[in-house]
């Protein structure tokens, strides 16, 4: 039953997404082209030099050329000791036109 649900779930946002697909490719060929990063990271005003090792941190770098959008960052996962970093580059070729 709960994968049945799930498969209809997606079915419908499938749909909905092909139907906003049109105005998302005008958008973002109507946009120039850009590149921006977000940096974040968590801290404590007190307690920074000693809990700084052990709280995530990154920057991400985002790309828009044309209608294609890309990330990279390097914080791929955490654990109870510390987070992993890695190559976290994620390309998205949303569609191409026509």
């Given at each position: 039953m709960t994968t049945l649900l799930y498969k209809a779930a997606v079915v419908k946002k499938k749909a909905e997404v092909a139907l906003k697909k049109p105005l998302l490719l005008a958008t973002l060929h109507d946009m120039p082209d850009f590149t921006m990063q977000i940096s974040w990271n968590?801290?404590?005003?007190?307690?920074?030099?000693?809990?700084?090792?052990f709280l995530p941190y990154d920057t991400?770098?985002?790309w828009k050329r044309g209608t294609q959008l890309r990330m990279d960052g390097t914080l791929v996962g955490m654990d109870e000791e510390a987070h992993e970093a890695g190559s976290g580059a994620a390309p998205w070729?949303?569609?191409?036109?026509?």
């Open positions: 968590f801290g404590s005003m007190f307690l920074a030099p000693l809990v700084r090792k991400y770098t985002i070729k949303l569609w191409q036109r026509g």
